[in-house]
């Protein structure tokens, strides 16, 4: 029987989601937004605005325990998706790994709830992935990789092996984290860096290598 997913976030990555459960021959039930102009963009399916919106849903529905959630929330977002992520684990709502056929996740991994592996990504062994995490499209996390809660490993991204990653990291798309490195907390990596140090909490960096170009607000 197919699992009724409700998708938090009303632009393109609640698409991929979307696509991705369609694969999987689940349903998409609503929509949810905390801006309060977003419009869905799963089709026929009704959108809620905030806290307000999901408290008028759960109106709707016998039981918002045999639901399964998405955050569709992406980039350098952690501390949102993890906002996102509490608010519904304190309504009893459902937050699963979610990982696409495509993947590739070694059975040694050790996932946490809410965490999506998104198309033709690899997970490696022995690896811990935090909750609210997105390993994105293509992107590659290598052997005891430590991710904390609420990061982003951007399209096409490798992580080597051993390399540890703080809380609500942004690593972008086509980023290259060499190992045994440690990324601190709040920190973003641009789109096609070469990470040959590691970095401390709450700074961007970008280049190749990569350098220090500001704090991170």
């Known amino acids: 029987m197919a699992k009724k997913y409700i998708i938090w976030g009303s632009r393109g990555h609640a698409k991929v989601l979307a696509d991705t459960l369609a694969i999987m ?3 998409v039930c609503a929509i949810f937004d905390n801006d309060l102009q977003a419009v869905s963009v799963v089709n026929d399916t009704p959108i809620f605005h905030g806290t307000d919106g999901f408290e008028e849903w759960k109106q709707q529905v016998a039981s918002v325990s045999i639901y399964y959630a998405l955050i569709a929330v992406g980039g350098a977002r952690g501390r949102d998706r993890i906002q996102i992520y509490d608010f519904l ?5 459902n937050l699963p790994v979610l990982v696409h ?3 590739s996740v070694a059975g040694s991994s050790n996932i946490f709830p809410g965490t999506q592996i998104l198309a033709q990504a690899m997970v490696s062994v022995d690896c811990f992935i935090g909750k609210a995490c997105i390993i994105n499209n293509r992107s590659g996390v290598d052997h005891e990789c430590v991710i904390g809660n609420g990061c982003h490993v951007g399209p096409g991204a490798t992580l080597c092996g051993e390399v540890n990653l703080g809380d609500n990291v942004m690593v972008g798309a086509g980023a290259v984290v060499l190992p045994r490195l440690r990324i601190g907390s709040n920190t973003t990596i641009g789109a096609g860096s070469v990470v040959t140090k590691s970095l401390p909490d709450g700074v961007v960096a970008y280049g190749n290598p990569a350098k220090i170009i500001k704090k991170n607000i």
């Open 25 to 27: 021959g689940e349903n």
């Open 89 to 93: 684990s304190s309504h009893a709502v």
């Open 101 to 103: 056929p495509s993947a």
